[in-house]
């Protein structure tokens, strides 16, 4: 039969399979999607199942997309009827055609995004007269956004402490808020339903009934939400396919939960279990490897895995000197596969952190080597990016009303559309662009103005600041003017709002400063020039034969002839998060582990011997995980790369023995001590975490002022002046000095550096 054949025997018994509860636990590359894919066709050609009984969930909706066009190539026709898709999307055809059962609903509800959340919650704690610095709006959605992945409603909300039972308050106004506007979040998508099965047994029967076959890939990634719905749709028919490998469980921290796999076989006692035991995707090298990093997890079942392509070629370690010298490496390295007769688009760069691609990008766009990149926006492209640089720009020139249109309210500081458009007009009659007229109107009280006298305390404020960016922008070295704008903004509490997507978008704001350090010596102009120029060939879109990019979490599931996985370093891969909690730990084991097998035939580690990154430059030191790798899987050093010489070149300029040239203080002996690649087996010791280090300067932040109105203060470029008031702000303290001769300046404390004179 043609759709058994290339199946191996296991592969086959899951596939053609009785129907009933069935438990396909596998490794990597062993078959498992392809034994999903096989078998909904064998549900519909062999067993005569009707399409549309059929409800295959997928991770994302792309991997719905190529099951779908897998299948109709494997039965050469229609699968049309076929539910297939991701949890959030299949919920959400049941609600649109059901909600009208939920209380307060109708189907035209809409769907809510974070930034909606984030007002709903704000609304909440103001109708409750909560104080939303005291109880941060991120941290009461997280808890919501916890209850509802965990099936746990407002109303079952356990109120154990106060800042419990608060939650619990915030989380039913917040639920009475969404319900006024018809909307629902990504998480009510789910529970919505499940509640929905729970009060409407009938309805419950009619799905149950009309998807008799439920298939669910990658399940050690569910949360217990869509645990209890699949639990509760295949409850009548029990033809529940699910696959799965607890060693590839990758996103705990949005409530995936792999013991999810102990509580199918509870609650399917009778549940059959497949193991799949051959691998097809990748060498036996590359398998030596990822077996040999994963066995160090506790807590794990071990499962076989074998594979005939036996031998292949070593994985290569590479140091690089720093990040865009890794990036550098990965391109000529790409070059020199392509030259030997492998195709671009073979090839995988992935990294643990979105930050990270910055540096790749620009050498891909350096090189004029085009790129795909997967699941996130190109850097320059990210939103935090385009915010900061935008108020670079204006500082530059003010008359940017493009820039100034964009963050003229972000972060939000109350000038809403209407003072918006006044603005304009008014800037329009007094001839000048937006934010001269605010910087004018900052400077002095006394023109006539069309604004309110709250719209004109909004301007001004922000006029204030910008006169005072502008004073300085020639002076100061863009790093620093950048701090400043972040600092005097508070964009960071804008942007990053706890959630691992904020601290990511906190960490490319970071990284973006990391850049502007670097360009220390270039003026703000040139500095802005190199970043338009990057920017814009940024929008040359590779082809489908073009390298991908992509973080270790997007590849899942996914296969590449080549991979090369960068920034093996302890604070990256594991990330500083993991490094004092082993469950985390486990978790970037994991990581690591599904970033190798991701590799058919050849797998390059890269490492940098000093890295710029969240900030700070500091020497890295290589991933504990390079010490799991067996000696005889690596290649050695010595036989490197073209490009190596390159960073040879680099790295010779760099006096290894003078202390002077070290980094910093103690490193020198972790710089000797990183040099050689081979050594990459002695655990070296951990430098502090360098993403903590950003976050333990903001709390070390003083909380109490330290100026007041009336001292003497000197400043290393202002010179001397005299406190006219501070003020606590976030994190830090403003202080307005009058200077003699530079005139009046708003400062952050922990950047101004001020000089008490008495
Ligand atoms: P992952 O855990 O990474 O999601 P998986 O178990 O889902 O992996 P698949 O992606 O289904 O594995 O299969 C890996 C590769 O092996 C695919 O290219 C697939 O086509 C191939 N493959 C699977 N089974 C066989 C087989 N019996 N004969 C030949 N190739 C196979
Ligand atoms: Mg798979």
């Given at each position: 039969m043609d759709l058994l054949h290339g199946l191996n025997p296991?592969?086959?018994?899951?596939?053609?399979?009785?129907?009933?509860?069935?438990?396909?636990?596998a490794g990597p590359g062993s078959g498992k999607t392809r034994v999903l894919t096989h078998r909904i066709a064998?549900?519909?050609?062999?067993?005569?199942?009707?399409?549309?009984?059929?409800?295959?969930?997928?991770?994302?909706?792309?991997?719905?997309?190529?099951?779908?066009?897998r299948i109709e190539k494997l039965m050469g026709g229609s699968m049309r009827g076929v539910m297939m898709g991701t949890f959030h999307s299949s919920c959400v055809r049941i609600l649109r055609r059901e909600v009208d059962h939920l209380v307060g609903y109708d189907r035209n509800f809409v769907i809510f995004d974070s930034d909606d959340q984030k007002q709903v919650v704000k609304q909440a704690l103001k109708d409750l007269n909560l104080d939303d610095k005291r109880f941060q709006p991120a941290k009461m959605l997280s808890g919501i956004s916890t209850a509802k992945s965990e099936l746990v409603t407002a109303e079952q909300y356990e109120a154990a402490n106060y800042v419990a039972e608060i939650t619990k308050r915030v989380y039913k106004r917040y639920q009475e808020i969404l319900?006024?506007?018809?909307?629902?979040?990504?998480?009510?998508l789910l529970l919505n339903t499940v509640l929905l099965f729970d009060g409407n047994p009938d309805v419950l029967r009619a799905y149950q009934e009309r998807y008799q076959h439920i298939l669910v890939d990658e399940f050690q990634d569910t949360n217990s939400v869509q645990y209890e719905l699949v639990k509760r749709l295949s409850a009548l028919h029990?033809?529940?396919?699910?696959?799965?490998?607890?060693?590839?469980?990758?996103?705990?921290?949005?409530?995936?939960?792999?013991?999810?796999?102990?509580?199918?076989?509870?609650?399917?006692?009778?549940?059959?279990?497949?193991?799949?035991?051959?691998?097809?995707?990748?060498?036996?090298l590359i398998l030596d490897a990822a077996k040999a990093v994963i066995k160090r997890n506790s807590d794990r079942v071990h499962k076989e895995l074998f594979t005939e392509r036996r031998g292949g070629e070593r994985l290569v370690i590479h140091e690089a000197y720093n990040e865009s010298d890794e990036g550098?490496?990965?391109?000529?390295?790409?070059?020199?596969?392509?030259?030997?007769?492998?195709?671009p688009g073979d090839v995988a760069v992935m990294y643990r952190t979105n930050a990270q691609s910055r540096a790749l990008e620009e050498a891909f766009i350096r090189a004029g080597l085009p790129y795909r990149l997967v699941g996130a926006q190109r850097f320059y492209g990210r939103r935090e990016v385009k915010d900061v640089i935008a108020y670079l720009r204006l500082i530059h020139n003010p008359r940017d009303d493009v820039s100034f249109g964009r963050i003229i309210n972000v972060p939000k500081r109350a000038i809403g559309r209407t003072t918006q458009m006044q603005i304009q007009q008014y800037a329009q009659q007094i001839g000048f662009s937006s934010a001269e007229a605010v910087m004018l109107l900052a400077g002095d009280a006394t023109l006539p103005?069309?604004?309110?006298?709250?719209?004109?305390?909004?301007?001004?404020?922000?006029?204030?600041?910008?006169?005072?960016?502008?004073?300085?922008?020639?002076?100061?070295?863009?790093?620093?003017?950048?701090?400043l704008v972040l600092e005097q903004t508070d964009y960071r509490s804008y942007i990053d709002d706890d959630t691992p997507e904020g601290a990511s978008r906190w960490e490319n704001v970071i990284e973006l400063r990391g850049v502007a350090s670097e360009a220390d010596d270039t003026s703000l102009a040139d500095f802005l020039e190199q970043v338009a120029l990057v920017a814009d060939a940024d929008r040359t879109e590779g082809g489908p034969n073009a390298p991908t990019l992509l973080t270790l979490h997007a590849a899942k599931g996914l296969e590449f002839p080549i991979v090369f996985i960068t920034g093996v370093e302890d604070g990256i891969l594991p990330h500083s998060r993991s490094l004092d909690d082993m469950e985390e730990m486990a978790e970037e084991r994991r990581l690591f582990y599904v970033g190798l097998t991701r590799a058919e035939d050849r797998v390059y580690l890269t490492r940098t011997f000093r890295r710029t990154l969240w900030g700070n430059s500091d020497v890295a030191v290589p991933s504990r995980f390079l010490q799991d790798l067996p000696a005889d899987v690596v290649e050695s050093a010595a036989g490197s790369h073209s490009s190596r010489q390159q960073s040879q070149s680099r790295m010779t300029s760099w006096n290894w023995s003078n202390p002077d040239n070290a980094p910093r203080g103690r490193s020198t002996h972790r710089a000797r001590a990183s040099r050689p690649t081979t050594e990459y087996r002695t655990r070296q010791p951990l430098p502090p975490s360098r993403s903590a280090q950003p976050e333990r300067e903001r709390q070390s932040a003083p909380i109490q002022a330290q100026f007041k109105t009336g001292q003497r203060v000197r400043h290393g470029k202002f010179g001397e002046g005299i406190v006219i008031e501070s003020k606590l702000t976030g994190n830090d303290e403003e202080v307005t000095v009058a200077f003699s001769a530079a005139g009046i300046k708003r400062l952050a404390a922990s950047f101004a550096k001020l000089e008490l004179l008495e």
């Amino acid at each position: 039969m043609d759709l058994l054949h290339g199946l191996n025997p296991a592969q086959r018994a899951a596939v053609s399979a009785e129907p009933g509860p069935i438990l396909v636990l596998a490794g990597p590359g062993s078959g498992k999607t392809r034994v999903l894919t096989h078998r909904i066709a064998y549900l519909v050609t062999e067993l005569g199942v009707a399409p549309w009984h059929i409800m295959a969930v997928t991770f994302t909706n792309k991997a719905a997309r190529e099951m779908r066009e897998r299948i109709e190539k494997l039965m050469g026709g229609s699968m049309r009827g076929v539910m297939m898709g991701t949890f959030h999307s299949s919920c959400v055809r049941i609600l649109r055609r059901e909600v009208d059962h939920l209380v307060g609903y109708d189907r035209n509800f809409v769907i809510f995004d974070s930034d909606d959340q984030k007002q709903v919650v704000k609304q909440a704690l103001k109708d409750l007269n909560l104080d939303d610095k005291r109880f941060q709006p991120a941290k009461m959605l997280s808890g919501i956004s916890t209850a509802k992945s965990e099936l746990v409603t407002a109303e079952q909300y356990e109120a154990a402490n106060y800042v419990a039972e608060i939650t619990k308050r915030v989380y039913k106004r917040y639920q009475e808020i969404l319900i006024a506007n018809n909307a629902m979040d990504f998480d009510d998508l789910l529970l919505n339903t499940v509640l929905l099965f729970d009060g409407n047994p009938d309805v419950l029967r009619a799905y149950q009934e009309r998807y008799q076959h439920i298939l669910v890939d990658e399940f050690q990634d569910t949360n217990s939400v869509q645990y209890e719905l699949v639990k509760r749709l295949s409850a009548l028919h029990q033809h529940i396919f699910v696959v799965g490998d607890a060693d590839q469980s990758i996103y705990k921290w949005r409530g995936a939960d792999f013991r999810n796999i102990r509580r199918f076989e509870k609650q399917f006692p009778g549940a059959r279990q497949i193991l799949l035991e051959q691998n097809y995707r990748s060498t036996q090298l590359i398998l030596d490897a990822a077996k040999a990093v994963i066995k160090r997890n506790s807590d794990r079942v071990h499962k076989e895995l074998f594979t005939e392509r036996r031998g292949g070629e070593r994985l290569v370690i590479h140091e690089a000197y720093n990040e865009s010298d890794e990036g550098q490496y990965v391109v000529d390295s790409i070059a020199m596969l392509t030259a030997q007769g492998r195709e671009p688009g073979d090839v995988a760069v992935m990294y643990r952190t979105n930050a990270q691609s910055r540096a790749l990008e620009e050498a891909f766009i350096r090189a004029g080597l085009p790129y795909r990149l997967v699941g996130a926006q190109r850097f320059y492209g990210r939103r935090e990016v385009k915010d900061v640089i935008a108020y670079l720009r204006l500082i530059h020139n003010p008359r940017d009303d493009v820039s100034f249109g964009r963050i003229i309210n972000v972060p939000k500081r109350a000038i809403g559309r209407t003072t918006q458009m006044q603005i304009q007009q008014y800037a329009q009659q007094i001839g000048f662009s937006s934010a001269e007229a605010v910087m004018l109107l900052a400077g002095d009280a006394t023109l006539p103005h069309p604004f309110s006298a709250r719209a004109f305390n909004a301007l001004s404020h922000f006029g204030n600041l910008l006169n005072g960016w502008v004073a300085v922008r020639d002076a100061m070295p863009v790093g620093e003017l950048l701090d400043l704008v972040l600092e005097q903004t508070d964009y960071r509490s804008y942007i990053d709002d706890d959630t691992p997507e904020g601290a990511s978008r906190w960490e490319n704001v970071i990284e973006l400063r990391g850049v502007a350090s670097e360009a220390d010596d270039t003026s703000l102009a040139d500095f802005l020039e190199q970043v338009a120029l990057v920017a814009d060939a940024d929008r040359t879109e590779g082809g489908p034969n073009a390298p991908t990019l992509l973080t270790l979490h997007a590849a899942k599931g996914l296969e590449f002839p080549i991979v090369f996985i960068t920034g093996v370093e302890d604070g990256i891969l594991p990330h500083s998060r993991s490094l004092d909690d082993m469950e985390e730990m486990a978790e970037e084991r994991r990581l690591f582990y599904v970033g190798l097998t991701r590799a058919e035939d050849r797998v390059y580690l890269t490492r940098t011997f000093r890295r710029t990154l969240w900030g700070n430059s500091d020497v890295a030191v290589p991933s504990r995980f390079l010490q799991d790798l067996p000696a005889d899987v690596v290649e050695s050093a010595a036989g490197s790369h073209s490009s190596r010489q390159q960073s040879q070149s680099r790295m010779t300029s760099w006096n290894w023995s003078n202390p002077d040239n070290a980094p910093r203080g103690r490193s020198t002996h972790r710089a000797r001590a990183s040099r050689p690649t081979t050594e990459y087996r002695t655990r070296q010791p951990l430098p502090p975490s360098r993403s903590a280090q950003p976050e333990r300067e903001r709390q070390s932040a003083p909380i109490q002022a330290q100026f007041k109105t009336g001292q003497r203060v000197r400043h290393g470029k202002f010179g001397e002046g005299i406190v006219i008031e501070s003020k606590l702000t976030g994190n830090d303290e403003e202080v307005t000095v009058a200077f003699s001769a530079a005139g009046i300046k708003r400062l952050a404390a922990s950047f101004a550096k001020l000089e008490l004179l008495e």
